[in-house]
């Protein structure tokens, strides 16, 4: 008969497992990959989010600090990424009121990536993915960055 410790040993395993699905390196940006998506843009980040939903809709969300006097350049690779998930991009002000200033609802996605330039960012913007119920997948987002010329 298995000890107690045994089992429990076995059952935290299992929720590790669970917790932390291994997924393919197509999720991975190299370094090549990432000028070619950014152009003429600097390279300020890139985040790579592995997302799965159970039973229902997953809804996952980041903010991330913006300067003034930049013109900011969105790029989203949906390697493995649901068609029916929904990328959001909203403006967050100093009360974390967010509004709407991009949607992936209606965007033709051919491509594999989606992007989206903004060029009077608000101090922060929240960045959202919804997935729907039982599907997991990945998606990258390159943030790119230029200097305005008018100061």
């Not at 917790?19 to 990432?34: G, H, L, R, T, Y």
């Not at 068609?83 to 009121?97: F, Q, V």
């Not at 491509?111 to 009077?120: A, C, Q, R, T, V």
């Amino acid at each position: 008969m298995k000890s107690v410790t045994e089992i429990i040993l076995r059952f935290r395993l299992l929720l590790l497992i669970v917790a932390f699905p291994v997924f393919s390196q197509e999720c991975d940006m190299k370094n090549e990959e990432i000028q070619q998506y950014l152009g003429s843009y600097l390279y300020d980040n890139v985040k790579t989010n592995q997302l799965i939903s159970a039973g229902s809709k997953y809804k996952e969300e980041f903010t991330l600090k913006l300067f003034e006097n930049t013109l900011y350049k969105f790029v989203w690779v949906l390697k493995e990424y649901p068609r029916e998930a929904i990328i959001n991009l909203y403006s967050l002000d100093k009360k974390n009121n967010k509004k709407l200033i991009y949607t992936s609802i209606g965007k033709k996605r051919d491509k594999g990536y989606l992007e989206f330039i903004l060029s009077n960012p608000p101090n922060h913007v929240v960045v959202e993915y919804v997935i729907p119920p039982s599907s997991k997948g990945c998606v990258s987002l390159i943030v790119g960055f230029n200097l305005k010329n008018d100061w």
